[in-house]
């Protein structure tokens, strides 16, 4: 009887860990996916509640050292740096050295609207500032005494506070005036308030002279049959609006310091947190919800990398995604949400290799219509157009359509959303049933 009791108490004690060790398991075979079709390529960390749950590299550090990403190994994380500056200004709010609502104009003069753009407006993106980065890629290396009369003559956006538009000349700014207040060039201010107490050893700035065998190299193109190198960027350019270099360990440190407000109090990282009335941001967050949780996340893309950091604090969740390929933000944000339905027990796909079909216009013009979803009320007109079928929701996004057969396609630059027309015995068009992330969808053809 003392036998069984000790069996049964044991058992009940290990369902965590076997619960975790699925969960390591699922994340693992859901990252190689992506990877083996090419759709990731770089480092991952996730963890929950204190415990790191998948912590692995995936694909090419180095094509010409023939090495391979693993959990050390140093990404870009572009503007995923836009926390770590938004975090020493708190700081330095919290020290008193200055406030929220400080104006511009008073650390640089000349500024159109600087008697109102405030700190606040800054970290926001309510400035109407203009982003310097959507027009001017001719800046190679720059530094405060070329930047700011640069920044000073672009042409606003909109009044403080009435609009929103991402702005890195904000958090350039920013950047600026924390060496104002602190004393500190910004990247001495971000190495004393953060890297060093935090122990962020393998985090720096100036990745380009950055000498290390765990350094990514970025590519535009990585593949079985190209591997074309990004052209590099200087650090003074996206300066505190992108120019941190990390690895998925030292951001969960970061993590784990934000979770334990080592560096601001619980009072200003809520409101860190809190979208502004314009947009879904906070101070260097986007601010978003997840299966009925509120998640903090940032993005971050530049030349050769790509990077997404997401946490879900109230549950201590962490996702970290470095990738050494230009253009794969997308990619590495919605995976994320796939590694956070693991967390949750919620459904997702694997993403499978599909084989593209060509089908005849005549095939094609048989699904030509307009198909109604009644339960979410969404109209949507099938079209062909150049031998192509076109499905055009009325609102939302056009998709081009990719057949596996002559019933079923995918959708071009997404594969795992599926769709199988329903047929009735005399071939002719009932419906859609529309397939994603394991649920499904029936349109029913109205006309």
Excluded at 255 to 268: F, N, P, S, T
Excluded at 391 to 417: C, K, L, S, W
């Amino acid at each position: 009887m003392k036998v069984f009791s000790y069996l049964v108490i044991m058992s009940i004690f290990s369902l965590p860990a076997i619960s975790q060790n699925n969960k390591s398991r699922k994340l693992d075979e859901l990252v190689s996916a992506y990877a083996s079709q090419g759709k990731f390529n770089g480092s991952v960390l996730v963890a929950q509640r204190g415990e790191i749950l998948l912590k692995k590299g995936y694909g090419i550090r180095n094509s010409s050292k023939n090495s391979k990403n693993d959990s050390a190994t140093v990404f870009q994380i572009a503007s995923i740096t836009k926390q770590f500056t938004a975090v020493i200004i708190l700081r330095l709010v919290e020290l008193n050295k200055m406030s929220l609502s400080d104006r511009l104009s008073k650390y640089y003069s000349g500024f159109p609207n600087g008697d109102s753009i405030t700190i606040e407006n800054l970290l926001t993106h309510t400035s109407g500032i203009h982003n310097f980065t959507e027009d001017d890629t001719s800046i190679v290396e720059t530094d405060e005494g070329r930047m700011i009369p640069y920044l000073r003559k672009l042409r606003p956006d909109f009044a403080p506070g009435t609009s929103w538009h991402y702005s890195n000349s904000g958090y350039v700014l920013l950047g600026y005036i924390i060496q104002k207040v602190s004393g500190m060039s910004y990247w001495q201010a971000v190495r004393s308030f953060i890297f060093t107490p935090l122990h962020m050893n393998n985090s720096g700035f100036d990745f380009t002279h950055l000498l290390s065998n765990e350094k990514a190299m970025g590519y535009d193109q990585l593949n079985d049959s190209v591997q074309q190198p990004a052209n590099a960027t200087d650090s003074t350019v996206p300066f505190a609006a992108g120019s941190i270099y990390s690895t998925v360990g030292d951001m969960y440190k970061w993590h784990r310091a934000l979770q334990e407000y080592k560096i601001v109090g619980g009072h200003l990282m809520e409101r860190a947190y809190t979208p502004c009335t314009q947009h879904n941001y906070g101070f260097g967050w986007q601010i978003d919800s997840v299966f009925g949780k509120k998640m903090v996340s940032h993005s971050g893309s530049i030349s050769g990398f790509g990077s997404n950091f997401a946490r879900i604090v109230s549950d201590d969740v962490c996702i970290v995604m470095l990738s050494n390929i230009s253009g794969s933000t997308f990619e590495l944000t919605h995976l994320t949400d796939k590694l956070l339905a693991v967390l949750y027990d919620k459904p997702y796909q694997i993403p499978v290799k599909r084989t593209p079909v060509k089908l005849a216009e005549s095939v094609l013009n048989r699904y030509v219509g307009t198909y109604e979803i009644d339960t979410i009320h969404v109209i949507i007109d099938m079209t062909v157009e150049n031998g192509v079928l076109i499905a055009r929701p009325h609102q939302g996004p056009t998709a081009v359509m990719v057949a596996m057969d002559e019933r079923r396609f995918y959708i071009e630059n997404d594969n795992e959303v599926e769709i199988a027309f329903d047929l009735d015995a005399s071939q002719k068009v009932k419906g859609v049933e529309i397939f994603q992330n394991g649920t499904k969808r029936y349109a029913k053809k109205i006309k």
